[in-house]
Structures are given as C-alpha cells and as structure tokens.
C-alpha cells in the first residue's frame, strides 16, 4: 500500500474501533434502566456489563488467529455485520435473558478488536507501529466520551417521539446498528486486505496454548503482564469511583459522567497528539516509562487528594499515563512478534485487557464495601506500581523503533 492509501485504511480502522466503543458506551446509561425494568438484581446488572468483557477475553486470540489465516478484512466485516445484528436483538429484548444473549452476541463480535489491532501492524512500518496503536486507544477515548452521551441523547429523544414502555432504548440501539451496518457497507467499499502473508499454522493451535506461548515469551509476557495489571487497575477505579466521589465529594451521576469524559478528552488528546509527538524523541521505552508512573501516581493520588482540585489533578495524571502507556506496550508487542502472527499476538493481548476488565470492577467493589472506600485505589496504584517494576527489569529489551535519531 502507498503511504495516501496507508492513512485512508487507517482512518477506516480508527472510525470501526471507535463505532464498537461508541456501541459500548451507548448501553452504559441505558442498561440500568432495561434491567431495572426487567427485574434485575444489582449483581444482575453488574453481570451483564461484565459479560461483554468475558466473551472478548475468551474470543480475541480466536479473532486474531482466524485474521492471520483467513485475512483481516473479511473477518473485520463479518464481525461487524454481526455488531449490528447484536444491536437489532438488543432492541428487541423484552426480558432479562434475551438482553443477556444480546451484551453475549456483542462481546463476541466486538472481540475482533484484536483484528484491527493486526491490521495497524500490517500497514505501518516499524518506525510508526506504536503510532499507529495509539489511534486505537485514541478511539476508545472518543468512544468512551461520545457512547454515553449518545446513549443518553437518543434515550430522551425517543421518549418525546414515543413514551411508550422500551421504547427509547430500542431507539437508541437501532442508531447504534444503522451506525455499525453504515460501518459496514463503508468497509466493504473502501477497506482493502493488509495481509500480505497468511499462515496456516497460526489455525491449527488450541487457544489457551497460544495464550501460553506468548506469556512465556521474553519481553513479550512481561509486556502483556503490564498490559493486564494496566487494565486491572483502571476498570477497578472506574467501578468505584462514582460510590467514591458521591460519598466523599456528594457528586452524583451527571457530575460523576462529565468527570469521565474529561478522562476520555485527556486520553484521546494524549494518544492522537502527544504520543505521536514523544515518540520520535524518546522511543517506546521511555514513553512506557513514563506512562506507566504517571498511572501509577495518578491511580493512587486519588486515595491521597482531599480537595476537587487534588482530584483534577490525579485524573489528569491518570489519564496522561494511561494515554502513553498503552500505544507503548501494544507497539512494543506488535514489534517483537513475527509479521504472520500479528493476530494471534494482538489478540492474547486484547485477552489480558479483558481479563482485566472483568476482574477490576469485583476487586474494586470488594475492597471499597469490605475494607474501606480508598482501597480500591491504593491497590489500583499498587498494581500500576508493580507494572512500572516490570518495565524497569524488562527496559533495555523494549524495542526504540518509535525513536527517530
């Protein structure tokens, strides 16, 4: 591919990332009420949340492994024909285990965000790969802004268009399948096939072995260890950090909400234009580095802070940590994996992150109603700090391709 054409695919590949956050974020303001509505319990509602992220920890290495096989596009396309069928159900669910199967669905097509992860490392060469990775988180930062927002916005509409019982969040996931399927048809127009070298024996090996080899790999395990320590850390803080906020700063909900995006506005400023800036001058390992202790003082300045302003400022810290820190770790492991197995290694790393998400917020959870409500974030802090640790050991092993001179 040309360089013009490079950009076109990569644009594509950051609208599809950011359309399956924004379906993500969608469900947040309104899933609470269908459940409600539903006769979930608390736990109820908390499960069909967390098993969105289960089914992408279970599904993204098959994912990636059948993108190394069969092509990146194809599979791109088929999941996210599959988004808007999930989303349609979605709509239709008048009962808790039809909403159950619909967040299933969901999480198993959006699993194939490990695919578009391999096709940033099919397009970019090796001096722009942890670049090109942060247009991934630079859309999940946007997603995570604009999905409840969204969400919310089509709720209300649809109640003045239609007060009838469901009705406004059916409407909201219709615009989420007319946007998915709208992705769809753009793709199949526009997304050409990065996968220049398709392998056969990427196919043939059992998922939780490949899991294994790639833990077991030098600098690789350990990167994927950050990598799920990172997430374990953030998904524990955002599930408590509303209860937080309220109990100690008598936030509520809108508050709490406008506080998130300002975390989504930090990540998507730092991923789409100070990552890009860094890493020609630092490289990938100082850029890790750094990002992975301003998480750390971030995470665990928010047990410390005691004024609103404390708070700004460990969110920005946060968030500038998070923003730099996984570009880093996914370009590093993109880098140090074979060019045929760019799949399967993006998806056991897509894995970790779940893995973490499903995790984190029970952690958190547990530690804010059983010891006391700045656990959560001591040990977020902790677990960010242990991170950093293992970068340090692993430092001279990062690759710099990022680096120019």
């Not at 009705?167 to 997304?191: E, I, M, P």
């Not at 700045?374 to 700090?385: E, K, N, Q």
């Amino acid at each position: 591919m040309t360089a013009t054409s490079n950009k076109s695919q990569l644009a594509i590949i950051f609208f599809t990332v950011f359309l399956y956050l924004v379906g993500f974020g969608v469900v947040i303001p309104i899933l609470p009420i269908l459940s409600r509505n539903f006769g979930a319990t608390a736990l109820e509602t908390g499960l069909l949340l967390s098993v969105y992220s289960l089914m992408q920890f279970l599904f993204a290495p098959f994912w990636g492994r059948l993108s190394d096989r069969m092509g990146r596009r194809p599979i791109l396309l088929f999941c996210l024909v599959g988004e808007t069928l999930s989303y349609i159900m979605f709509a239709w669910a008048r009962s808790l285990e039809w909403l159950f199967v619909a967040r299933i669905l969901a999480g198993f097509f959006g699993a194939s965000l490990s695919t578009a992860s391999a096709y940033i490392s099919d397009i970019t060469p090796k001096h722009e790969r942890s670049k090109g990775m942060a247009l991934i988180g630079a859309a999940f930062g946007l997603g995570f802004v604009v999905g409840p927002a969204l969400g919310g916005g089509l709720a209300v509409w649809g109640q003045h268009i239609n007060p009838a019982p469901h009705f406004d969040t059916s409407f909201a996931s219709y615009w989420v399948a007319a946007l998915c399927f709208a992705n769809f048809l753009f793709g199949v127009k526009f997304l050409k096939e990065s996968l220049s070298e398709k392998s056969e024996s990427a196919a043939k090996r059992k998922r939780f072995s490949i899991m294994w080899q790639y833990l077991n790999k030098k600098t690789v395990g350990p990167l994927m260890t950050v990598f799920l320590l990172s997430s374990l850390a953030m998904s524990s803080m955002e599930a408590t950090l509303i209860l937080f906020m309220g109990e100690k700063y008598q936030w509520d909900v809108k508050q709490v909400s406008f506080g998130f995006a300002y975390i989504g506005v930090i990540i998507i400023f730092t991923q789409g234009f100070l990552v890009r800036r860094l890493l020609p001058k630092w490289g990938e390992r100082k850029v890790l580095r750094l990002g992975v202790l301003l998480l750390a003082l971030g995470l665990t300045g928010i047990a410390i802070a005691d004024s609103i302003t404390g708070m700004a400022i460990t969110m920005t810290l946060l968030s500038l940590g998070n923003g730099l820190a996984n570009p880093s770790t996914l370009g590093s492991i993109s880098l140090l994996s074979d060019a045929n197995e760019q799949g399967a290694a993006m998806g056991v790393t897509q894995s970790m992150a779940s893995l973490g998400r499903i995790l984190g917020p029970a952690l958190g959870g547990a530690l804010y109603g059983t010891v006391a409500i700045t656990a959560p974030f001591w040990a977020s802090g902790l677990m960010a700090f242990l991170g950093l640790a293992i970068v340090i050991i692993i430092y001279k092993f990062i690759p710099e391709h990022g680096r120019v001179g």
